[in-house]
Each structure stands twice: as C-alpha cells, then as structure tokens.
C-alpha cells in the first residue's frame, strides 16, 4: 500500500526522519509511537502527500509520489482517509456535510441512508444537523473517522485520534479502527497513548513503530 | 457496519452543491455584487449612448446624402430669373428627384434662431434657396455645377459633403470610443472579480486545505469558488442592467431637440442591453477560473 525508501525529511538544522524504509502492506495494523515532536505528524503528513520526502522515495499504491501529477496526488488521498488530531472540520458546513465532503468533492452521489448508518455507527445518530462547533470532542473525533471512511479508502492514517478523549470513549473509537481493520482496511494511528496500544493489542494484531533520533524502530515487549 | 455505496440508483441522495463549501459571508462577496451592478449600469448607458451617436450621425449623414441646396445669390431684377432657370436646369438634371424653392417663410423660419422671429426677410440681401432631393447614386455634382455656372452666375451648388465628412468621421469615431469604453468597463469588471477571488482563496486558505487533504482536485476546488462569484457578479450585473434600462427608457423625450429624442434604444438595439448581465457572467466565470486555478498552482 505504502512504502517508503529510505525517506528522509527534515527543516534546515534539523532532521526529523532520517532515512527510514518502511511498508504498510494490506490489512495490517500499526501504531505509530514516540515523544511529542518526534516527528509522527511528519511522517503521517508523508504517507498522506501533504508533504515530500527531502531525500529517499515514497510509493503509495504503487505509484512514486515524487512522479504523481496534482490530479494523481488528488487521487492518491481519496484513497487514504486521515482523522487529523485536531479533525479539520469546515466550520459552517453541518456533520453531515463534514462527513460527506469527500463524497462531494470526488462528485460522486451519497446515498442518505448510507451517510445515516455511518453516522449511526459512529455513534453520531441525530447530530446530522449538528455544527462543528456544537460538538463535543467526542463527536468531533468520531466525525473525523466518519469522514475518513466515507469514501471507502483503503488506508486509514489516525493522527492522535484519541488525544482529546476519555478513556470510554478512546476505546470506543479504537474498537472502531479495529473493525475496519477486520473489514480489510490498512490502519496507522500515531499516538503516545501506551495504555491504548497495550489494549489494541489484545483485540488485534497490530505492529508498533517508534520513532526515535529520526529513526522508526519496531518497539518490542516493552510496550 | 454496512460499507458506503455510491449506488447509481438510490431513493434520496444528500446532495448539498460544490460552492456550499466555501464561507458565504465576506465583504468581497459584496463588493463583487455592487461592483458588477455599478458596471453593468455603466455599460448600458455606454451602450446607450454609443447607439444614440450613431444613429443620429447616420441619420444627419443620410439625410445629408440625398439632399442638396442651390444658393442663388444676385441682384433683386436677376433673383426671380436665375431661380426659374435653375429650376428649369434641375428638372431636367439626372438624380435629381424634385426640386422647389425655399419660400420666404421658411427661409424666416431658417433664420429664426440667430435673428428672432421678426426678421424682415424682404429687407434683407438674402439669397434665394432650392432644396434638392437626389438620388445619390445617380446625381452628378460636378455637372450640375457646370451647368449652372453656365445658365445662372449666381447659383451656387451645395451638395452637403463638406458637411457629412466631419458627421461621418464623428460616428465612427463615437463608434471606437464606445468599443473601447465597453472593453474597459470589461476589464475592470474582470480584474475586480479577480481581486474579489483571490482575496476569498486567501481568505480560505483552511477551507482550501482541507479539501486537499480529501483528495479535492484544483479545478473542483476552484469551481467552487467560480460559481459563487460568477452567480453574485450575474446577479449585481442583472440588477444594475434592470436600473440602468429603467433609467434609460424612463428618459425624456424632447420634442424638438434631435438628439434627445434619440437617446436610448431602439427596437433589436435592446437586445444587447439584455446582452450585459450574460456578458458580465461570462467574463466572470473567466476570470474567476482563470484566477483561482493561478492561485491554487502558486500555492502548491
């Protein structure tokens, strides 16, 4: 799905991710560790196109980032649906039209029952109408992953997507993640959450990176 | 969970359109209304105007064209003679279609303006008038005047070109005028759209970014914002073309004054005033497109 050649990326002065080679394969489930400022966002940001790699190759479907027009890049992302940290929403659209925004933008049709039955198994039945700044972070994180998953991508990336949450709620959003993940979907969630990812574990078969002096490692028992 | 379809044929679709996804308020929302409404009541009053000119230039150059006046100048004895034998010279003149003698009461009339309407006509030294009506095609000038020189000394000839050069020098002169003014009024139109567009994709530069991240292509992105500017530069077009046809067709018409009476349209001339708010949707949908795919490239 997504690979990565020994990707660098970095400001003048400072190197966040230093050649680091990678692949996310069909299905799999990762977690993305480490301290704050580590560079999780960065690489998420990597694996999504927002960024580029400084030195090094990134393939995503195939296809090498670096090679793809603006109109290939487009498509790529339709292809992988990201919760951001802080979800992204637009602020005078509804829910409903948060959530269908991909749909929208690709000009493809939404089927209303479907979108309800989304909201409703993210929990958000009855918000539809609902502005983001009526929502709670709760609902604001569940709506991120409705949107993310709306569009049938194959790749979920969850940057933090429990970062604002109680633990109820962080499990509830986990057991979602693992669903889709069953459902044949690639998962990567960055978080410094240990204690969620020591509960992941248990329900799902998921491989734990950590970033650390620009280099990403696979964690071991000690997680 | 049942996965989202994209069905081809579904009971009810959630269909909110593309340009929803752009903030509706914004003062250069606004602008771009009134700004459109102040052009369009500008180009139809260019329009207006420029039409007037040239109808009136090609009634005076026409009028001019198909008449013509002999000024017989002579002493009081020779003044009835030599005006007989002009009349007799022009009836048997080719082009000529009639010919009659201005009577003392026009010539009055004539003067009226300069002199007040008193004037002792007898009195005066004036000379005597033929009015001409030619068929310019086939009236020969030059031989007239040959001929008059010939029959009546003091009969001078006046076919009115020295006078529908200058007329139809001004009309086509009116004509550039109005053209250019035109292509201003739609240059500033397009470059206010413009600035209207990139001050609202500056303006939204988060929306513009989140629709990246879900995979909105440029030219989706910049549709959204084409629409919206295009519907309110149509819509402030509409409404300054409503007021500034009102006005003109509410203008009034002097009874004696040509030019007046001329100002505004006339019959299929109406038609390119309607022409304004599609010419200004039209040049707003150029622009904008033009200006948000520019904008969105650099940005990238």
């Known amino acids: ?223 | 969970m049942k996965p989202i379809s994209t069905r081809s044929a579904a009971p009810a679709t959630f269909a909110p359109g593309i340009d929803r996804i752009v903030p509706a308020a914004g003062a250069s929302a606004t602008l771009t209304l009134l700004a459109a409404a102040a052009m369009a009541f500008l180009a139809v009053f260019t329009l207006a105007l420029a039409f007037s000119a040239n109808r009136l230039a090609d009634s005076w150059s026409g009028d001019l064209a198909a008449t013509a006046t002999v000024r017989i100048s002579a002493a009081p004895d020779q003044a009835d003679l030599q005006t007989r034998r002009v009349l007799e010279v022009l009836t048997t003149t080719p082009g000529v279609v009639s010919s009659r003698e201005i009577p003392a009461e026009e010539t009055r009339a004539l003067l009226a303006p300069w002199f007040g309407p008193d004037l002792p006509v007898e009195t005066l030294p004036i000379p005597r008038l033929v009015a001409i009506t030619t068929e310019p095609q086939a009236f020969d000038a030059e031989g007239l005047r040959l001929r008059l020189s010939a029959e009546a000394p003091g009969a001078v000839l006046d076919d009115h070109s020295r006078w529908r050069a200058p007329l139809a020098d001004t009309a086509v002169a009116l004509r550039r005028i109005a053209v250019f003014s035109l292509a201003l009024i739609g240059g500033a139109t397009a470059a206010m759209v413009t600035l209207a567009v990139q001050a609202s994709l500056a303006a939204n530069g988060q929306v513009i970014r989140v629709l990246r991240l879900i995979g909105a292509r440029d030219v989706t992105i910049a549709r959204a914002f084409v629409r919206r500017y295009t519907l309110r530069a149509t819509l402030g077009a509409l409404a300054g073309t409503t007021v500034a046809a009102a006005a003109v067709a509410a203008l009034p018409v002097v009874a004696d004054g040509e030019f007046l009476t001329h100002l505004g349209f006339s019959g299929r001339e109406w038609l390119w005033a309607l022409s304004v708010p599609a010419i200004a949707a039209i040049t707003a949908l150029v622009a904008t497109r033009a200006a948000a795919l520019r904008r969105l490239r650099d940005e990238a």
């Open chain 1, 1 to 223: 799905m997504i690979e990565l050649h020994d990707a660098s990326y970095g400001y003048p002065g400072r190197t966040l991710l230093a050649g680091v080679s990678l692949t996310l394969s069909r299905a799999s489930f990762h977690f993305l560790t480490g301290p704050s400022g580590a560079g999780k966002t960065t690489f998420l940001k990597l694996c999504y196109g927002e960024l580029r790699p400084n030195a090094g190759r990134l393939s995503a479907f195939g296809a090498d980032l670096a090679q793809l027009s603006r109109d290939d890049l487009a498509g790529m992302r339709r292809r992988i649906g990201v919760v951001h940290q802080d979800c992204e929403f637009l602020d005078h659209l509804t829910l409903a039209e948060n959530v269908a925004l991909p749909l929208i933008v690709a000009g493809r049709p939404i089927v209303e029952s479907d979108l309800a039955d989304l909201l409703a198994w993210v929990g958000l039945r009855g918000r539809e109408g609902a502005l983001p700044s009526e929502l709670s972070g709760g609902e604001r994180q569940r709506g991120a992953l409705a949107r993310a998953i709306i569009g049938a991508p194959d790749v979920i990336l969850a940057d933090e997507p429990t970062g604002n949450l109680d633990w109820e709620m962080s499990m509830r959003l986990l057991s979602l993640l693992v669903e889709l993940n069953r459902m044949g979907k690639t998962v990567l969630i960055a978080t410094h959450d240990l204690n969620l990812i020591r509960t992941a574990k248990t329900q799902v078969a998921a491989r734990v990176l950590r970033i650390k002096d620009g280099q990403v490692q696979t964690a071991g028992a000690d997680l």
